[in-house]
């Protein structure tokens, strides 16, 4: 079993839609959560961090489940501009900056 | 911008090569990080530095080093080049060890032929 499974998608969405996506962790012990978005062939840029009580930015809500040890990400009135692929990510361990990244869920918001 | 830099932006090298890829964290930042993205994949953990100190690795052959300057700027380098290197190379840069969030580099673009 992976660290951090996502499905890759592709998730084809119109604009105005909402959309989510789902991640799973294999590690309880797993200390802090992430959501990154990825643009093609760019660096992840940080899009939000994921907190046991949830929390929202806009249009973008995160949910964090440790019972079930899985992560969520709603997008709300998708823009042609979320087109890209977000990335799932967990620090397993304590006192070191290791993050497991999924594999993305590509998303494509069509007009 | 996140301010991490990494250098070069592309690179191509030959097989059985040695390539030195280079980051500045950003200002402020003690931890680095480095990543492998191979194409249509999640980057994958290669190591971390801490305080000029290797703080955790992944599941990468010891011909993957590192270093981490007295400026926390940092160095990766990668003996005896194969095709499977072939990859984005990320960087990632965060004010402490644990707990926060990582800024990434624009990264290293590497072709092995």
């Known amino acids: 079993r992976k660290e951090v499974e996502q499905d890759p998608g592709p998730f084809n969405v119109p604009e105005g839609a909402t959309v989510a996506f789902n991640c799973t962790y294999s590690?309880?012990?797993?200390?802090?959560f992430f959501w990154y978005r990825q643009d093609c062939r760019k660096e992840p840029k940080l899009l939000m961090s994921v907190y046991s009580s949830g929390n929202e930015d806009g249009r973008f809500t995160a949910q964090l489940n440790r019972a079930s040890q899985y992560i969520s990400l709603l997008i709300r009135d998708s823009k042609l501009s979320d087109s890209a692929t977000y990335l799932c990510v967990v620090n397993p361990i304590s006192g070191t900056y290791k993050y497991i990244f999924g594999t993305g869920t590509r998303l494509k918001v069509l007009a | 911008e996140t301010g991490v830099t990494q250098s070069p932006t592309h690179l191509i090298k030959t097989r059985g090569q040695q390539v030195t890829l280079r980051c500045s964290s950003q200002s402020g930042h003690n931890t680095v990080s480095w990543y492998q993205q191979a194409l249509g994949q999640g980057p994958q953990f290669i190591f971390q530095y801490y305080r000029e100190e290797e703080n955790g690795r992944g599941n990468f052959p010891p011909r993957f080093s590192g270093l981490q300057f007295p400026n926390y700027s940092s160095e990766l380098n990668v003996n005896a080049l194969e095709l499977d290197d072939s990859a984005l190379y990320l960087c990632?840069?965060?004010?402490?060890?644990?707990?926060?969030?990582?800024?990434f580099g624009q990264g290293t673009r590497l072709t092995v032929v």
């Open positions: 990632a840069s965060s004010p402490r060890r644990e707990g926060t969030e990582a800024f």
């Open positions: 590690n309880s012990a797993s200390q802090s």
